[in-house]
C-alpha cells in the first residue's frame, strides 16, 4: 500500500486527504491504530511531512481534550487519539520527550479520564520509554508521580486497578529465572531417542542404537529404565513403539526389561492409592503400556486380571460406604478399563483367558451398576464399544439385581471348587488353568470380588 501510494498518488493534496483518513479512523476501530502506525512509519522516510502533520493533529487533539475536558466528547475518542500516538511513539514517527509532555500533563490533571488515557499510553508504550536509556530518566519520574498521586487522592476502585495495570505493564517485577536441569549427554540422548524421534518406522533403528548403549554403567541403567517408564512423555499412539523397544531389549537386558514392568505396576497402584486428577493423563499412559506388554509377551495374563480386579475393588468399604478413592460419580476407572481391554482384550478370545475375561465381565457389569445412574453418554458409548468389540453376542444385564445374582453365583462356584477334596467336571469346566500360579491368581480374583460384592 506504501509503495504503491508512493508510486501513483503521491501529490499534497492526496497526501493531506491520507493523514486526514488516518486521523479520522472511527474510535471502535482502535484495532486498526497498530497498523495506521507502521504504514505511517513506512512512507516517513520519503514523505516526513505527513507523519509530522499526523502527530501534531494528534497532539493538539490530545491537549484539548485535557484542558477543556468536553464533556460530550466520548471517552472512546480521547483513548483512540492516546492510542495512536503511543503507536506513533514505537514506530518512532513521534519524538520521545512530546510524547513524555502530553503523558505529564495527563498526570498532572489527575482528572478521571486523564487517569484513563495516562494509563492507556502507559500500557501501549510505556515499556518502551522505560527500557529506552534516554527517556528512562523522564519516565522513572512520571511512574513515581502517578503512584504518590494515587496514594494521596480517593480514586474508585476502578481507576485504582487501571493505574496498577498500567504500572504493571510498564514496569513489571522482574521474573525468577527457572534453573534448567543440566542432564548427563548420554541421557539427552536417549530422551531425544524415545521421547522425540521414536515411531513405527524408526522403532528398528532406536532399538540397535539402544543395545549399543554402556548398559554395565549402572548410572545409564537406572536412566535408561527410568525413561523407558516415562510413557506418558511419549505421544500416545507411540506407546506400542515403546513396549516394542522393550521387547527388543529383553533378550539382551532382562533385568531392566523386569524394573519396567514392576515400574509400571507400581505406578498404576500409586494412582489409585493417590486418585489426583492431574495425574490421569499419565494414568491412561501407564495402563496402555500395560497392555502394549501383554501384547508382546512381557506380562502374563494374570497380571492383566490382577490390574482389572484391582481397579473394580481398590478403595471400596467394607460398610459400602463410598470411598474418597472412588466416588460413586468418579468414572475414570471405567475409562482405565476400557483403555486395558481395548489393547489386549482382543487375545482373551479361547482357552482360560476367555472365560476369565467372561468372568470379570460380570463383575464389571456390577462395577458399572454401583455407579450414579445414568451413566454419562461418553462413558456409555466407550464401554458399548468395548463389548462389542470383545464379545458381540454378550447379553448385557438389564436391572442391578440380575447382574448381583450373577455375580454371586460365580462366587459360589469359586468358593466351592477350592473348598478342600471337593471337584466335579462342572467345577472343571468353570476354571481351566492347570499351573499353580492360574489357581493363585483365582483365589485373589475371588477375594477381589468378593469385596465388591459386599458392597451390595
Given at each position: 500500500?506504501?509503495?504503491?501510494?508512493?508510486?501513483?498518488?503521491?501529490?499534497?493534496?492526496?497526501?493531506?486527504?491520507?493523514?486526514?483518513?488516518?486521523?479520522?479512523?472511527?474510535?471502535?476501530?482502535?484495532?486498526?491504530?497498530?497498523?495506521?502506525?507502521?504504514?505511517?512509519?513506512?512512507?516517513?522516510?520519503?514523505l516526513?511531512?505527513?507523519?509530522e502533520?499526523?502527530?501534531?493533529?494528534l497532539?493538539?487533539n490530545l491537549?484539548i481534550?485535557?484542558?477543556?475536558?468536553?464533556?460530550?466528547?466520548?471517552?472512546?475518542?480521547k483513548?483512540?487519539?492516546?492510542?495512536?500516538?503511543?503507536?506513533?511513539?514505537?514506530?518512532?514517527?513521534?519524538?520521545?520527550?512530546?510524547?513524555?509532555?502530553?503523558?505529564?500533563?495527563?498526570?498532572?490533571?489527575?482528572?478521571?479520564?486523564?487517569?484513563?488515557?495516562?494509563?492507556?499510553?502507559?500500557?501501549?508504550?510505556?515499556?518502551?520509554?522505560?527500557?529506552?536509556?534516554?527517556?528512562?530518566p523522564?519516565?522513572?519520574?512520571?511512574?513515581?508521580?502517578?503512584?504518590?498521586?494515587?496514594?494521596?487522592?480517593?480514586?474508585?476502585?476502578?481507576h485504582?486497578?487501571?493505574?496498577?495495570?498500567?504500572?504493571?505493564?510498564?514496569?513489571?517485577?522482574?521474573?525468577?529465572?527457572?534453573?534448567?536441569?543440566r542432564?548427563a549427554?548420554?541421557?539427552?540422548?536417549m530422551?531425544?531417542?524415545?521421547?522425540?524421534?521414536?515411531?513405527?518406522?524408526?522403532?528398528?533403528k532406536?532399538?540397535?542404537?539402544?543395545?549399543?548403549?554402556?548398559?554395565?554403567?549402572?548410572?545409564?541403567?537406572?536412566?535408561?529404565v527410568?525413561?523407558?517408564?516415562?510413557?506418558?512423555?511419549?505421544?500416545?499412539?507411540?506407546?506400542?513403539?515403546?513396549?516394542?523397544?522393550?521387547?527388543?531389549?529383553?533378550?539382551?537386558?532382562?533385568?531392566?526389561?523386569?524394573?519396567?514392568?514392576?515400574?509400571?505396576l507400581?505406578?498404576?497402584?500409586?494412582?489409585?492409592?493417590?486418585?489426583?486428577?492431574?495425574?490421569?493423563?499419565?494414568?491412561?499412559?501407564?495402563i496402555?503400556?500395560l497392555?502394549?506388554?501383554y501384547?508382546?509377551?512381557?506380562?502374563?495374563?494374570?497380571?492383566?486380571?490382577?490390574?482389572?480386579?484391582?481397579?473394580?475393588?481398590?478403595?471400596?468399604?467394607?460398610?459400602?460406604?463410598?470411598?474418597y478413592?472412588?466416588?460413586?460419580?468418579?468414572?475414570?476407572?471405567?475409562?482405565?478399563?476400557?483403555?486395558?481391554?481395548?489393547?489386549?482384550?482382543?487375545?482373551?478370545?479361547?482357552?482360560?483367558?476367555?472365560k476369565?475375561?467372561?468372568?470379570?465381565?460380570v463383575?464389571?457389569?456390577?462395577?458399572?451398576?454401583?455407579?450414579?445412574?445414568?451413566v454419562p453418554?461418553?462413558?456409555?458409548?466407550?464401554?458399548?464399544?468395548?463389548?462389542?468389540?470383545?464379545?458381540?453376542?454378550?447379553?448385557?444385564?438389564?436391572?442391578?439385581?440380575e447382574?448381583?445374582?450373577?455375580?454371586?453365583?460365580l462366587?459360589?462356584?469359586?468358593?466351592?471348587?477350592?473348598?478342600?477334596?471337593?471337584?466335579?467336571?462342572?467345577?472343571?469346566?468353570l476354571?481351566?488353568g492347570?499351573?499353580?500360579?492360574?489357581?493363585?491368581?483365582?483365589?485373589?480374583?475371588c477375594?477381589?470380588?468378593?469385596?465388591?460384592?459386599?458392597?451390595?
Amino acid at each position: 500500500l506504501a509503495t504503491e501510494f508512493c508510486m501513483k498518488l503521491n501529490t499534497k493534496g492526496n497526501r493531506h486527504k491520507f493523514v486526514s483518513t488516518l486521523f479520522n479512523v472511527s474510535r471502535n476501530r482502535m484495532d486498526l491504530l497498530p497498523f495506521y502506525g507502521r504504514l505511517i512509519a513506512t512512507l516517513h522516510p520519503l514523505l516526513p511531512d505527513m507523519s509530522e502533520d499526523l502527530v501534531s493533529m494528534l497532539i493538539r487533539n490530545l491537549k484539548i481534550y485535557v484542558y477543556k475536558k468536553d464533556a460530550t466528547v466520548h471517552i472512546q475518542s480521547k483513548l483512540k487519539v492516546v492510542r495512536f500516538l503511543a503507536e506513533c511513539t514505537k514506530f518512532k514517527t513521534c519524538s520521545k520527550p512530546e510524547t513524555m509532555r502530553c503523558l505529564t500533563l495527563m498526570v498532572q490533571d489527575f482528572s478521571p479520564a486523564s487517569v484513563e488515557m495516562a494509563c492507556l499510553m502507559l500500557e501501549h508504550c510505556g515499556r518502551y520509554l522505560l527500557r529506552s536509556p534516554d527517556s528512562q530518566p523522564r519516565t522513572k519520574a512520571i511512574l513515581e508521580m502517578l503512584i504518590r498521586k494515587k496514594k494521596a487522592l480517593h480514586l474508585s476502585p476502578q481507576h485504582m486497578s487501571m493505574i496498577d495495570n498500567a504500572i504493571y505493564y510498564a514496569n513489571p517485577p522482574e521474573a525468577t529465572k527457572v534453573m534448567k536441569v543440566r542432564r548427563a549427554p548420554i541421557v539427552e540422548y536417549m530422551i531425544k531417542l524415545l521421547y522425540k524421534d521414536l515411531n513405527k518406522v524408526t522403532s528398528e533403528k532406536i532399538l540397535k542404537l539402544l543395545r549399543k548403549l554402556p548398559w554395565n554403567d549402572p548410572e545409564v541403567f537406572t536412566n535408561a529404565v527410568q525413561i523407558l517408564t516415562g510413557v506418558w512423555n511419549v505421544k500416545f499412539n507411540n506407546i506400542q513403539s515403546v513396549a516394542n523397544i522393550l521387547a527388543g531389549l529383553a533378550a539382551h537386558q532382562m533385568e531392566a526389561v523386569i524394573q519396567v514392568v514392576d515400574a509400571t505396576l507400581e505406578d498404576i497402584r500409586i494412582g489409585m492409592e493417590l486418585n489426583w486428577p492431574k495425574l490421569n493423563q499419565r494414568r491412561v499412559s501407564m495402563i496402555k503400556f500395560l497392555g502394549e506388554m501383554y501384547i508382546y509377551q512381557l506380562v502374563e495374563s494374570q497380571v492383566i486380571f490382577r490390574t482389572l480386579y484391582s481397579l473394580l475393588s481398590f478403595g471400596w468399604n467394607p460398610d459400602g460406604s463410598p470411598s474418597y478413592l472412588d466416588l460413586p460419580d468418579s468414572y475414570f476407572r471405567v475409562r482405565l478399563i476400557c483403555v486395558l481391554l481395548d489393547s489386549c482384550g482382543p487375545y482373551f478370545d479361547h482357552g482360560s483367558n476367555k472365560k476369565k475375561l467372561d468372568n470379570f465381565l460380570v463383575f464389571f457389569q456390577c462395577y458399572l451398576f454401583k455407579k450414579r445412574q445414568p451413566v454419562p453418554l461418553e462413558i456409555h458409548n466407550a464401554v458399548s464399544d468395548l463389548l462389542e468389540g470383545l464379545r458381540p453376542k454378550l447379553i448385557l444385564f438389564s436391572t442391578p439385581q440380575e447382574a448381583y445374582e450373577a455375580a454371586l453365583e460365580l462366587e459360589k462356584q469359586f468358593k466351592t471348587k477350592f473348598t478342600p477334596n471337593q471337584t466335579s467336571s462342572n467345577e472343571q469346566d468353570l476354571y481351566q488353568g492347570d499351573d499353580e500360579d492360574d489357581v493363585d491368581e483365582a483365589e485373589g480374583s475371588c477375594l477381589n470380588k468378593s469385596r465388591v460384592m459386599q458392597v451390595s
